[in-house]
């Protein structure tokens, strides 16, 4: 049996794994399942898996999990340093789809372990993407992309020489503001943006969809997984969001990964891989679906877009920067204290505030400077938005 442990497991990515491994209980082993303040669906999860350990991140949780769990084997845990100690307990894969940067650490301490790490939480590899990378090539543990633009370009990939790629474009749907008028983005509403056109993510995620600080997060993903150099990188917004990504070869060739919006095909692809099996995703008509559109990201719109290959060109710890500036702004503007508009000029200006910082200069990169890192621009981006709201 499979040794199977899944972070963030109550969340949208967590729940499709769930899925397709609960379609098969016999062939896995729930080593681990952990989630935040959703103690009910970790609870049942962990019941029906029968997981030897369920690690709730919220301490103050953690009668409520023990509760949950009563007349069970199932151990209850609490804590970062619980999920961190969930990561150590051997498995051969591992789901990394916490939500942020605190996804970051369970994610190496699994590669350490020897395990193969299914890696949607993107946050890893823009905050540390030198780190996990070096960790996976010097450990017994590998890293599969989960996000589905890098499975894609991963499978266009396969029996292919990277030195024959002239360029990655990795696709956007254009999120929920793809039509509106840059003044009606100025006051939209978090509940506006947190609809998605095409995709059922988590919130933080699809509002980072409708301001391509999700897609900006992908360019950098994808410099730092592929080690291309970001010149090479392309953005195409995709309104069907049925091409997830294209290769570009030096002979002219296009390869492009065509499939439904479910990610339960990146997950499975992941799972199973090297093998390809059988996975309950719907089969595309394309002579129904009839056209397929595409067209250049307008960068005044997405000043994401923008600081994404500004953040590339800075290079070493710009990407914890980037990565937590937005995050504060993110939450910001869930809690109505910022505009959507906004969310960009705070991540800058961030940026701006720190590019000569001694953090950002750093050349060695551990777990303790992207962490360092991260509360600083975090700290920085709470006094910026304080600066303007004023
Ligand atoms: P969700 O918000 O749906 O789920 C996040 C998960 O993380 C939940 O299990 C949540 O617990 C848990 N969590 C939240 N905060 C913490 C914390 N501080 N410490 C530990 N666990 C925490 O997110 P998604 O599933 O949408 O996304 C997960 C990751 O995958 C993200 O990095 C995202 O960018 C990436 N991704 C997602 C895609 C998607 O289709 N959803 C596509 C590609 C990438 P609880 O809910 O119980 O509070
Ligand atoms: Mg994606």
Not at 334 to 345: K, P, S, V
Request: one cysteine or more.
């Amino acid at each position: 049996m499979r040794r199977v442990s899944i972070f963030g497991a109550t969340g949208s990515i967590g729940q499709n794994t769930i899925d397709l491994i609960g379609r098969d209980p016999d062939a896995y082993d729930v080593v681990a399942l952990t989630g935040g303040q959703n103690i009910t669906q970790l609870a049942e999860d962990a019941r029906r898996l029968r997981a030897d350990v369920a690690v709730t991140a919220d301490e103050a949780r953690l009668d409520e999990l023990r509760a949950a769990l009563a007349g069970t084997d199932v151990e209850a845990a609490a804590g970062a340093e619980a999920i961190a100690e969930a990561a150590a307990r051997p498995a051969d894969w591992v789901m990394s789809a916490i939500v942020g940067a605190a996804g970051l650490r369970p994610g190496l301490v699994a590669l350490e372990q020897g395990a193969t790490l299914a890696l949607a939480n993107k946050e890893s590899l823009v905050t540390a993407g030198a780190l996990i990378m070096d960790t996976a090539a010097t450990s017994d543990g590998q890293i599969l992309p989960v996000d589905s633009e890098h499975s894609a370009v991963f499978q266009g990939l396969v029996g292919e020489d990277m030195s024959a790629v002239e360029r990655i474009i990795i696709t956007a749907s254009g999120g929920a503001f793809r039509d509106w008028a840059l003044e009606d983005m100025a006051k939209a509403t978090p509940e506006q943006a947190s609809s998605h056109p095409n995709w059922n993510m988590g919130q933080r995620i699809t509002i980072d969809s409708a301001s391509m600080f999700n897609k900006a997060l992908e360019v950098i993903e994808t410099k730092e997984f592929f080690k291309c150099s970001h010149e090479m990188i392309e953005v195409l917004v995709h309104p069907e969001s049925l091409v997830h990504a294209l290769v570009g070869f030096n002979d002219g060739a296009l390869m492009a990964h065509v499939g439904p919006p479910d990610m339960r095909h990146a997950i499975g692809y992941a799972l199973h891989y090297p093998e390809r099996r059988k996975l309950p995703v719907a089969r595309l008509d394309l002579a129904k679906i009839g056209a397929l559109h595409f067209r250049d990201p307008d960068l005044h719109r997405y000043p994401a877009l923008r600081l994404a290959h500004e953040v590339l060109a800075m290079g070493g710890h710009a990407g914890a920067v980037f990565n937590a500036a937005k995050e504060v702004a993110l939450d910001g503007f869930i809690d109505h204290r910022i505009g959507f508009l906004q969310m960009a000029e705070v991540v800058e200006e961030v940026l701006e505030r720190l590019s000569g910082s001694q953090c950002l200069k750093n050349a060695e990169m551990t777990l303790d400077t992207v962490t360092e890192t991260d509360h600083l621009a975090r700290k920085t981006a709470l006094e910026v938005i304080k600066e303007q709201n004023r």
